[in-house]
């Protein structure tokens, strides 16, 4: 079956240092990606995605590529922010299954300043 | 913008008691979705509807039944709550199959507590 495994947390950074977290994923055909974020107290909400290989996700200083040949997506940013504390989770979804996302156990960032 | 919501932030009951979760979407969205979120356990899905009165099993349905009588809501019911069902429930909705978009818009969770 479908499976993301993400890097394990928590990961502690310093205000504008560099951020990756590593997801990679096991599924058939061609799957979606995706990376989430939960905020303390929320629900999540999609920080970006990409739909084919070689695509890359942005947003908000944030990228992912789809590299279909190593399963992998990691996320980056260059200058993390005490905002961008949060949990983050890899998630992937295909239509062959109806839409459903398998998701990775998330992982928890806290930027200090 | 998408907008999920739900009934509740924050909910305490006893055990045995019948328990309803409201989760309304504002987008026509075919695919509704609960579920439940754990510290170290992830997310896990509880129960899935990918159209009216259609639901599907999800990874842990056991104690819980689902409803979705018109489109835009999707209610999860705890029959019979039990202590061990304490948890964060997060409600999401997607495009679906005719879209052919499955990025997950989520409510903001409902905090329960069963005493």
């Given at each position: ?74 996320l980056e940013k ?36 | ?66 409803s979705r009588e ?46």
């Amino acid at each position: 079956g479908d499976s993301v495994t993400q890097m394990e947390g928590p990961v502690t950074l310093s205000e504008e240092a560099f951020l990756t977290i590593n997801c990679t994923y096991t599924a058939t055909g061609y799957p979606s990606l995706f990376w989430y974020v939960q905020y303390p107290g929320e629900g999540l909400q999609l920080l970006l995605k990409a739909t084919k290989a070689d695509d890359k996700g942005s947003n908000k200083g944030f990228e992912a590529t789809y590299r279909k040949e190593t399963t992998s997506f990691h996320l980056e940013k260059g200058s993390v922010q005490v905002s961008d504390s949060a949990v983050y989770f890899c998630a992937l979804s295909r239509w062959t299954n109806a839409g459903k996302s398998t998701f990775g156990d998330g992982t928890t960032l806290t930027v200090k300043p | 913008d998408v907008k999920v919501t739900q009934s509740s932030r924050y909910l305490v009951k006893r055990t045995g008691e019948k328990v309803f979760l409201e989760c309304v979407q504002d987008m026509d969205h075919e695919n509704m979705f609960w579920y439940r979120q754990d510290p170290g356990l992830g997310l896990r899905l509880i129960y899935f509807s990918y159209d009216v009165k259609m639901k599907e099993k999800g990874d842990i349905p056991e104690g819980y039944s689902v409803s979705r009588e018109k489109k835009e809501r999707f209610s999860l019911i705890l029959e019979s709550a039990s202590t061990n069902q304490t948890s964060m429930y997060l409600c999401a909705s997607s495009l679906g199959l005719a879209g052919r978009s499955w990025t997950q818009y989520f409510g903001p969770g409902t905090r329960l507590l069963v005493l």
